[in-house]
């Protein structure tokens, strides 16, 4: 368990739980900012692939480089599923393209180390967070679904804190109110990193392009590349929408971890499908921002 001294409430952002996915997307931007090929209006053609083509195994975004929508399918998506993506993608010509990937594009409450549930579920905290007077952590919400009480060790004998909120599917995100009701020391959340602690003051977004680091209990400190913005991920339990894209590794029991640039937060794992070959690695991140606008915490 990765527990910082100095804290009151022994909670330092680690990694350990994930969801992975590997498809090969080229850099996405937001659909509002790229101008579809030929005139096509990307935001509309995501709203009819979400109508038409929201079967478990897919996922999709925009190529900022080419303006066009790529469709993501895992290998689940086979026989009729696959024949209604295939109708959907076909009315949208040569504004989409179909890219086919190994493995099933899942979340998946297992593996690692850092913070524990009843009924072995095992999950990362990514971010220290406040309201008020009462200190959070953040981790990924199909992590945080359905459990209530979460401890610093696999016996389930110290209590870090309850589930206080959670969005998934929609959203990928969990909201734990922390069990000591007494201010930190350090005021500042931080990210291990390594041997070291990476002190975060604040969260946002970084242009596509731009290096970042995530830190997963599996497959360790990773750096990588924001490949895109607004990404829909279609997991059997449900879509979640508005997703950041990396080219980072991740593994299987790296869910919640942290994704950050220097002090600020910029996402939380939370899907792929697991591997770190050298061409075709691909993890989403839930934004941190949206998290924080939403539930009125602030990084600390």
Known sequence: MNIRPPRIHGITAAVATSVLLTPVLAAAAPASTVPGRGGADPGKIMAALTRDAGVPGTAWGVDSATGRVTVVLDST?????????????????????IEHVAGTLRPLTAGGESIYAAGGVRCTLGFNVKRGSDY??????????GVTAWYADPELTKLLGTTSSFSFPGDDYGVVKSKYASTPDDLQGGVRVGDRYQDIVGAGRVPVGQTVTHVGQVSGVQTGRIRGYGFTVNYQQGAVHDLILTDICSKEGDSGGPLFLGDLAIGLASGGVGHCNS????????PVDEVLQREGVTIY
């Open 136 to 145: 959070f952590f953040l981790t990924a919400g199909h992590c945080a679904k």
């Open 279 to 286: 061409s075709g690695r691909a993890t989403y991140f839930q």
């Open 77 to 97: 998506v086979t026989g009729a599923k696959l024949k209604r993506v295939k109708a959907a993608v076909a009315e949208h010509g040569s504004a989409v393209r």
